[in-house]
């Protein structure tokens, strides 16, 4: 014990201060390191939802129109005009391609809108997108005797017109119609990053539009 003290009596007074500043020194900056793991402690969190931004929902809805479905068909018409020495015939071959579709740009506001983690879209009705299906350049004349004006050529191709309307502008085909639109737009709207989604028809509008 003697010696100890002996040895600590030849080391200056001021190494043991030195020595003590140190220790505190290291007591702090223990404390501090602790102080900042706890209150300061980096946490990361996981935002997976994706959101449609204004300028994606431009883009789809300059698409404009969308065609789901296209039906070709043929019409044999015909007309007759009576006379007292005989009658004449007109028979035309009309051929048409009938388009069914949406227009993107009668959507109605907010048609595009999240409902949870579900991207639900609302598209205006399907319909016919061009009133002018018939192909004049390919319309034939099958039979033809006497002579016929353009307004009785006329007549044929409006007539021609409604019965390819009333043929081809059916519940079935409307219905697959609207089966092929939910199944593509369903695919757009994957490939934008959105699994779940749910894509119906304006009732509003597709009601109005029977009333018309």
Request: charge should be neutral; charged fraction near 25%.
């Amino acid at each position: 014990m003697s010696k100890l003290r002996t040895l600590i009596s030849f080391v200056p007074f001021r190494y043991w201060l030195y020595l003590a500043l140190a220790v505190v020194l290291f007591v702090v900056v223990c404390v501090a390191v602790c102080r900042c793991e706890n209150d300061n402690s980096l946490s990361v969190v996981s935002n997976d939802k994706i959101e449609l931004t204004p300028n994606q929902i431009q883009q789809i809805e300059a698409i404009g129109e969308w065609e789901f479905l296209a039906i070709d068909d043929e019409e044999l018409v015909d007309t007759v005009k009576y006379g007292f020495f005989g009658d004449d015939k007109l028979v035309r071959i009309y051929f048409g391609t009938l388009r069914l579709g949406v227009n993107l740009r009668e959507a109605r506001p907010r048609w595009l809108s999240m409902q949870g983690d579900t991207l639900c879209a609302t598209l205006p009705p399907v319909k016919l997108l061009d009133n002018n299906f018939i192909d004049e350049a390919r319309t034939k004349s099958f039979f033809s005797t006497g002579t016929w004006s353009d307004a009785d050529r006329d007549h044929l191709y409006y007539k021609a017109n409604a019965m390819m309307r009333k043929r081809c502008l059916t519940p079935t085909n409307m219905a697959l119609a609207e089966e092929n639109a939910r199944a593509q737009f369903t695919s757009l709207l994957r490939s934008l990053g959105f699994d779940k989604t749910k894509v119906v028809f304006d009732e509003a509008q597709t009601a109005a539009k029977k009333e018309r």
